[in-house]
Each structure stands twice: as structure tokens, then as C-alpha cells.
């Protein structure tokens, strides 16, 4: 069942069971699932991540990776809870995390915000079209087991939404919520300001656990401290900007070595302040 509804939380955290795919003589993809809490799942796809929820009537699955993480997955899924998946929601158009969707289209209604679909179809993404869209929020119920969508505006693109699993107290964000690490190169499709604006709302969300579509799960916490990052890179960059500095002579000149513990630290920052030069110069009266 699908509705619109207020958000509601209570939870607990777990983690537990680890199945990692054998790679000895060759190279195998890594993957694994493990617990986050309750009957809550993380599925790993060497450095993607999504998340599932199993209930006594199906699986709420969401993004799919690619068409061979999706058959492990599925496979999977079969063996250990004998449940088929029921609904399988995207968290943005990007196919480097939707993809597949096709294999669990025997069984699941997919779901996407409308702007996804507009460009899944545009574009020809490798993967199922979503059958139903929403606009700004919407509830997905199935076995007494709840999780709602929400569209939280622009970010790392212009159709990314937030799950948040309210029983688990869980929210899973994929791109634009990294933990303790920098955001990606130099925020390719990102609307930076809008960016900021969104992880203020996501800050104003009831959860505990933070479940990014990269690296380790974190806590709510880590969402103000992204958001700090971004406000003081926008204004470090903007200040020798506004000294005439070249793009090389800003690189140098801005370290954020807050951060500097931060994976990729080393290897974005250069790319991070291209990115913000970048967006500043847009924001430059014509």
C-alpha cells in the first residue's frame, strides 16, 4: 500500500551476518549483505551500497546497482528469506546505481521521483522505468513495515530523494550525504547552494543512522558536518575569488585541513574548489 503520510521514528542499531563473494585466482566483484537493525539490510556492490527492508508480505529493495549485482542479489534474497521483492524505489537517475532494475520487474512496482523517470527514459538508462513517481513526498507501507520518500530539492542532481526507514530510525541518501569523506570530483551535475539548502533539511529529519549509497554508515551528525564543509569551502573559495586569484593560486591557497582526515581529502580537494570556482563564476552577473 502507498500513501501519503506525517513521519513517525523508533529504532535500534545492529550489525550483523557478512557474505562476501569469493575472489580467489580472479577478480569477482565484492559483495555482501549486512544488517543495519531489525529486518533492515545493506547490500554491497564493491564501493555501492543500497538498502532493503524485509516484511512478512515482501521486500521494499532499492537501487539495484547493475543487472549482474541485481541477479546476485535476487538470488540471495530468494535463498535466505524466501520473500520476492514487492517494490523497488531508485534514489536519483544516475545509472551507476539504478541499474538492473529489469530484474526485479517480474515482481516489484518500481518507484522514482517524476524528474528520475523524465530522465531515465530521455536517456535510455539500462534499467526498468519506474511504473510510479511522486513529487515531493510519499509513504510506502507493506507488512506492517513503513518507509517514506522525500524530495529534499537539488543536490548532486535535480531528482535525489531520501528513504527514511522511520521504525529503524535509519535514512538512506545516496551522493550527495558522504560520511567523513569529501564529495565527489568536482560536484559533476551538482547545484551547490541548493546542495547546502538540502542537507539543512535532511538535518531537520527524525533518524539516527545515516546509510550512504558509498562508504561506512554513519550518524545524523555527519549531515551538518558535510554542510559545514560545503558553507566554509563556498566561502573560502569566494574570498580570494573575490582577490582576483587564478584558479591555481586558489589551490593552493585553500587547504581545509579541518577535514584533512576525511577520505579523499588528498585526491578531491583540488577537484572540490574547481567545482566551487566554477559555480561562483556562474553566479557572476552577466
Excluded at 539543512?200 to 529529519?205: H, S, Y
Aim: aromatic share 10%; hydrophobic share 40%; proline share 5%.
Amino acid at each position: 500500500m502507498i500513501q501519503r503520510r506525517k513521519f513517525r521514528s523508533s529504532g535500534v542499531w545492529l550489525l550483523f551476518m557478512i557474505c562476501v563473494a569469493p575472489a580467489f585466482g580472479q577478480q569477482v566483484p565484492v559483495r555482501e549483505i549486512t544488517g543495519i537493525t531489525g529486518d533492515l539490510y545493506r547490500f554491497r556492490n564493491v564501493g555501492h551500497f543500497s538498502v532493503f527492508l524485509v516484511t512478512p508480505a515482501g521486500i521494499i529493495a532499492t537501487d539495484p546497482v547493475d543487472a549482474e549485482a541485481a541477479r546476485w542479489l535476487k538470488a540471495e534474497l530468494a535463498k535466505r528469506f524466501d520473500k520476492p521483492v514487492k517494490y523497488l524505489i531508485y534514489s536519483h537517475d544516475h545509472a551507476d546505481h539504478i541499474s538492473g532494475g529489469e530484474v526485479f520487474a517480474d515482481t516489484a512496482l518500481v518507484i522514482a521521483h517524476e524528474k528520475a523517470k523524465a530522465v531515465i527514459v530521455k536517456e535510455k538508462r539500462p534499467t526498468a522505468v519506474p511504473q510510479i513517481v511522486f513529487s515531493d513526498r510519499m509513504a510506502i507501507e507493506l507488512g506492517s513495515k513503513q518507509v517514506d520518500l522525500l524530495y529534499v530539492g537539488r543536490n548532486h542532481s535535480d531528482n535525489s530523494i531520501v528513504m527514511r526507514f522511520p521504525a529503524e530510525r535509519v535514512l538512506f541518501a545516496v551522493d550527495f550525504i558522504p560520511v567523513e569523506s569529501l564529495p565527489f570530483r568536482d560536484f559533476p551535475d551538482g547545484y551547490i547552494d541548493e546542495w547546502i539548502e538540502s542537507l539543512k533539511r535532511v538535518e531537520g529529519l527524525d533518524f539516527d543512522i545515516l546509510a550512504p549509497g558509498h562508504g561506512e554508515v554513519g550518524r545524523k551528525e555527519h549531515v551538518r558536518e558535510i554542510r559545514q564543509y560545503m558553507e566554509e569551502l563556498r566561502d573560502e573559495v569566494s574570498k580570494y575569488a573575490r582577490q582576483g586569484k587564478s584558479l591555481e593560486e586558489i589551490k593552493q591557497l585553500v587547504k581545509m585541513e579541518k577535514y584533512s582526515r576525511w577520505r579523499n581529502y588528498k585526491t578531491y580537494l583540488p577537484l572540490n574548489i574547481e567545482g566551487m570556482v566554477r559555480h561562483l563564476q556562474q553566479q557572476r552577473p552577466k
